[in-house]
Structure formats: structure tokens, C-alpha cells
């Protein structure tokens, strides 16, 4: 089992930048692909960015692509998501999430995931 703990968020001006971060538990960390989603109130979560197993490979939600950056460092067990030029509409709780498949055939959903972190409130005013 992974324990996940996300830490980085809080409140920005519309063109900023925040970097959060992911720490896991335990040693099993280079095991699990590792991805960020994100919920804003009344709405579903939806998949961010996720990174593979050795970070040689990355995916990015349309809605991001060119803005943010993803990254893992498995010596420290974190995974980070670098955030520029933020928007409002990128306001929302950022979960990071654990999983085992690499999924490249289809939209990656919250259901590939089997761990959760508890979430960081990102909030972007403008």
C-alpha cells in the first residue's frame, strides 16, 4: 500500500506559477505511475498529467499542455507538477494519484488509479 501526501498548493494571481508536490510511503515508489487530476466544486475530476515508472514518458490533459511540467524523482519517492501562466479556470483541489497501468489507448480516468493523496487547494484569482 502507498500513502500519498501533496503539499504546494494555496493562492496566486492569474500568470503565476505554484509547484505541488507528492511524497509517497514506503519503497515500492519507482512501482507506480504516477499522475495529478484535479476537482473543482460541482465538477468531476479530471485527469492532469501523469508520468511513467522510470519518468521517461509523460501525458498531459489538453487543458494544460504547454503550461504545466511533470516530473518524479524516485530516489526521494515525490512526483512534482510544475504550474505556469495559471488561470483562473485552474482553480480546483489537485489530487496526485498511484497506479500500475500506462494508459495511452484512451482517456486516462480517476478509476487507473488505486491511491489517493488527500489533495491541495490551488486557487488562481484574476
Known amino acids: 500500500q502507498v500513502q500519498l501526501v501533496e503539499s504546494g498548493g494555496g493562492l496566486v494571481q492569474a500568470g503565476g506559477s505554484l509547484r505541488l508536490s507528492c511524497t509517497a510511503s514506503?519503497?515500492?515508489?519507482?512501482?507506480?505511475?504516477m499522475g495529478w487530476f484535479r476537482q473543482a466544486p460541482g465538477k468531476e475530476r479530471e485527469f492532469v498529467a501523469a508520468?511513467?515508472?522510470?519518468?521517461?514518458?509523460?501525458l498531459y490533459a489538453d487543458s494544460v499542455k504547454g503550461r504545466f511540467t511533470i516530473s518524479r524523482d524516485n530516489a526521494k519517492n515525490t512526483v512534482y507538477v510544475q504550474m505556469n501562466s495559471l488561470k483562473p479556470e485552474d482553480t480546483a483541489v489537485y489530487y496526485c494519484g498511484a497506479g500500475t497501468r500506462w494508459v495511452t489507448t484512451r482517456a486516462i480516468s480517476s478509476g487507473d488509479y488505486d491511491y489517493w493523496g488527500q489533495g491541495t487547494q490551488v486557487t488562481v484569482s484574476s
Open positions: 508520468i511513467s515508472w522510470s519518468g521517461g514518458s509523460t
Open positions: 514506503g519503497r515500492t515508489f519507482r512501482r507506480y505511475v
